[in-house]
Each structure stands twice: as structure tokens, then as C-alpha cells.
């Protein structure tokens, strides 16, 4: 069994609450909008992190993070990429991704919604952590805590950051 911290849309912002949180975790995954380096370079101190650039991301951030993740752990394929819809709303190209990979778990950001989901379509799990940073129109910033056993989710949390505002 490993623990999993699942993050998006940090935004260059990465705070005590943040670190707290994923300091237990065995893996970290940034679903993209990183912002600066030093974030994913925090993060990476805690764990080993996977991470995709976003829509954000400079030239620092896309030469250092692939558009898209593919692999397996703990008998779990899963595909992380930014920006990706939602269930029944998938542009062409995701669906020609979701048909062709089958990931059992697709992780995106880019929205800000904290959204878990499973697409009966696709017949993956759909996540998304919601927003840990500071900008966009999120009240609440989140990130999503998770088990993973022989290809099984477990005990998934979401986790609660406090107000997006700087007050």
C-alpha cells in the first residue's frame, strides 16, 4: 500500500498547510499550473513527485514536466495531464486517449473543482484535486489524499487548505 498527496493548480503558491499535509505521503502528483520551479522543487523534498506542466507553466517548467503522464503503481494505470474536462464532456483527442490507454484513474487540474468521479463511459475514476493555490475563483483550496492497494483506490480525503483570499 502507498499514500498518495494529489495536487493542481498551485500557482506559485505553496504554504505550511500544503507541506503538512503531503510530509506523510510515499508519492506526490501535481496536476499542472505549477507556477515557479521552487514549488515543485518543495514538493519533490518530500516525496517523489510526478508532475505535467499546465497552461501556466513557462519554458522552465514544460523542459522539466511532460504535457502527460502514463504509468502504472500498485497495479494502477493512471494518466495525469492538465487539462482533460469532465465525464461526458471530453474533447476528441481525451477520448482517443481514454480508448486507446484505458487508464483506470485519469487525473487533471486546470478547473479548480475538486471533482472525483467515476465515468461509466470510460469505466476510469476521474479526479481532480481543485486548486492549492491562491489565484483563480475558488473560495476553498484543496488537494486529495489517497491510498492505492493491489489496483484499489482506498481511503480517499479531501483535504481543506482554507480561504483562497490573502486575509
Request: glycine share 10%; net charge positive.
Amino acid at each position: 500500500m502507498k499514500r498518495f498527496g494529489l495536487i493542481s493548480d498551485t500557482h506559485s503558491y505553496l504554504d505550511d498547510r500544503i507541506i503538512a499535509h503531503l510530509k506523510d505521503c510515499d508519492e506526490i502528483w501535481h496536476a499542472g499550473d505549477i507556477g515557479v520551479p521552487d514549488v515543485t522543487d518543495r514538493l519533490a523534498e518530500l516525496a517523489p513527485l510526478r508532475a505535467v506542466y499546465g497552461n501556466i507553466d513557462g519554458g522552465d517548467l514544460r523542459a522539466s514536466f511532460p504535457e502527460n503522464l502514463h504509468f502504472e503503481t500498485e497495479g494502477l494505470r493512471v494518466w495525469i495531464t492538465h487539462i482533460a474536462g469532465t465525464p461526458g464532456r471530453y474533447q476528441p483527442p481525451i477520448r482517443e486517449v481514454l480508448t486507446a490507454k484505458k487508464p483506470d484513474l485519469l487525473v487533471c487540474g486546470h478547473s479548480h473543482i475538486c471533482r472525483v468521479e467515476r465515468d461509466k463511459r470510460f469505466g476510469h475514476i476521474h479526479m481532480n484535486p481543485g486548486a492549492a493555490g491562491r489565484h483563480g475563483f475558488h473560495k476553498v483550496r484543496t488537494l486529495l489524499k489517497f491510498e492505492v492497494e493491489k489496483g484499489k483506490l482506498e481511503n480517499l480525503r479531501v483535504v481543506e487548505l482554507g480561504s483562497r483570499s490573502r486575509s
